[in-house]
């Protein structure tokens, strides 16, 4: 279907706008910055100045000997010129490409088992809840990408440069696993795949882990299109709410706690990579293109970290994952998008708590699966204030004594499973564990940065989090004026704190009153009102002196 935001060609002609490009199978190609010339072609000037614009970093080292200039002729007063040689482009034949996408098409790249998630979830009895997950798996995810007319090709952030040899490592990485298909000359990419549009790229350091970055493409540039990049940006087309999910958060994860008999033991783990887990449909890669140097690029065939419905594209896989551990007898469990926490009781406790666990089924039933924006859960008893308890499972699967099947020490053979119980299951489903990141089971575990204690029942901020957020107002307090995106970062780190200290709300309504404010001009600085600061300082104060921290409700006897 033809994109509603770009008008339709008028000649039936496809038009190659990469006609003054070099040919495909040329060996070397030249990035040239002209100082006059600049070429033209239809379908969006951003693409027209590649060989104009800054240079980006090439996954092979530069050469000294000279070549002829892209595009059409010019004299060597008109130009300067960085030659590169890209060794994985050269000598590659134009069916390369076209071959290699063919076989993409016939057969998704992911580590997860497509018929073994087929039979699971037939067996779970979701299937039809799950209906995507099968041919998702197998061909690709269809995310909602819109179709692509024009080719548009912005340039990269400039943190790519700042940050060239970690780009050309993560680049090579994703090349390397099959993920990205390519690089291959940006004519080549058009003559096989058609108009496409690619998402600037930018490098983020990762907090608190020195020289860990993680790759981001902006699918919302351009924020508004112009006269440089026309199209309109890819997530402008795209509705996040088409792809709900269920969300682990705080009230959820802070009842199914308080709800443990004595004695439970909590872990967390993380999906390796969880997005580029997941493969997109062929039909998709046109808006998934990615620029890896002036003149060449790759097909991303994954779900990546920018585009608006991935997380609930992931969620979606993620929400069939725990329902089979479920089904299986492993939990309870919850997640937040990638992290993932589990919980064991002891083996004394099963009966009992499998008897509360009907009767949350039963108040469950009579409500169902609820919906409201890119959010699922299921909703449960209501109190007399009128809220209602919130669940992220039905309760219907009841928890299973897994210590006979697989080995476990003197301590794990109380419990109803263990590690090894969950790897078990992971390796038949495909499911890459972080390993490096796991939170065995104790007493003790920190998710959504909070530190949650089974044996004090006790829920607090994280050390690392207390650090960054008094570092965070500090900052705050030191600058005299601020733009929305500075606002909706503090005020939701301090909603957020707001979990473990419900009076700390009413020390957020000056930040929602400039939230408001700046909304309507949001890229113009602002400067703090004296309520603010004031506020600022109760939450300075009230995180140094470590109360951030709430009790939770000690679990009653299950009868």
């Not at 469950?364 to 009128?386: N, P």
């Not at 790897?423 to 940065?449: H, M, R």
Request: aromatic share 10%; proline share 8%.
């Amino acid at each position: 279907m033809r994109s509603p935001f770009i008008p339709e060609r008028k000649s039936t002609t496809r038009t190659n706008p990469y006609q003054h490009v070099q040919s495909a199978s040329a060996v070397k190609c030249t990035v040239s910055r002209s100082l006059n010339a600049t070429p033209t072609r239809p379908g969006t000037s951003s693409t027209t100045r590649l060989p104009n614009e800054s240079i980006e970093p090439s996954l092979a080292k530069p050469q000294a000997n000279a070549s002829a200039p892209v595009g059409s002729a010019r004299t060597a007063a008109q130009t300067s010129t960085h030659m590169h040689t890209y060794a994985q482009v050269a000598g590659r034949h134009p069916t390369e490409l076209k071959a290699a996408l063919e076989h993409r098409r016939a057969k998704a790249l992911t580590p997860y088992n497509p018929d073994t998630w087929t039979s699971e979830l037939r067996n779970v009895g979701i299937i039809d809840r799950f209906n995507t997950i099968p041919d998702g798996l197998k061909f690709g995810f269809k995310i909602d990408f819109p179709n692509i007319t024009h080719v548009q090709t912005p340039m990269n952030a400039p943190l790519i440069n700042t940050y060239s040899s970690e780009f050309r490592n993560t680049i090579q990485k994703e090349i390397t696993k099959g993920r990205y298909i390519g690089p291959f000359p940006l004519p080549l990419i058009y003559d096989t795949l058609g108009p496409f549009q690619s998402s600037p790229l930018s490098l983020i350091p990762k907090p608190g882990r020195p020289g860990k970055f993680r790759l981001v493409q902006n699918f919302s540039f351009p924020s508004t299109p112009n006269s440089t990049n026309p199209s309109p940006s890819i997530n402008s087309a795209l509705n996040a709410d088409n792809f709900p999910t269920t969300w682990g958060k705080f009230s959820t994860v802070y009842l199914l706690v308080a709800r443990l008999p004595p004695g439970s033991e909590a872990a967390m783990r993380d999906v390796a990579e969880a997005y580029r887990m997941v493969p997109l449909h062929h039909s998709q890669w046109p808006a998934a293109v990615v620029r890896t140097s002036h003149s060449e690029g790759c097909i991303d065939t994954c779900l990546a970290f920018g585009a608006s419905p991935s997380v609930g594209v992931y969620g979606h896989v993620a929400d069939a994952a725990t329902e089979i551990f479920r089904h299986h007898g492993i939990g309870p469990l919850d997640k937040w998008v990638d992290d993932h926490i589990f919980f064991r009781v002891k083996r004394e406790h099963i009966a009992d708590y499998n008897k509360a666990r009907r009767v949350w089924h039963q108040q469950i039933s009579t409500v169902g699966m609820q919906r409201k924006g890119d959010r699922l859960w299921y909703e449960g008893h209501t109190a007399a204030d009128g809220n209602s308890e919130e669940f992220n499972e039905d309760c219907s699967s009841l928890i299973q004594d897994w210590s006979r099947i697989s080995p476990q020490s003197e301590h794990d053979a109380t419990f109803t499973y263990n590690m090894a119980d969950i790897d078990s299951i992971s390796a038949t489903l495909g499911i890459p564990w972080e390993v490096s990141k796991d939170q065995p089971f104790g007493p003790t575990t920190t998710y959504i940065g909070f530190v949650w204690n089974l044996q004090e029942w006790t829920v607090k901020l994280s050390p690392e989090k207390v650090t960054k957020y008094l570092r965070s107002i500090e900052d705050w307090r030191s600058c005299p004026a601020h733009c929305l995106e500075d606002v909706q970062k503090l005020y939701g780190k301090l909603l957020h704190t707001a979990s473990l200290i419900p009076a700390g709300r009413a020390y957020l309504t000056g930040l929602e009153r400039m939230l408001a404010v700046c909304a309507e001009k949001p890229f113009m600085p602002h400067r703090l009102d004296k309520a603010i600061h004031e506020e600022l300082t109760w939450w300075h104060r009230t995180i140094k002196n470590g109360a951030a921290i709430r009790n939770i409700s000690p679990p009653h006897p299950l009868e």
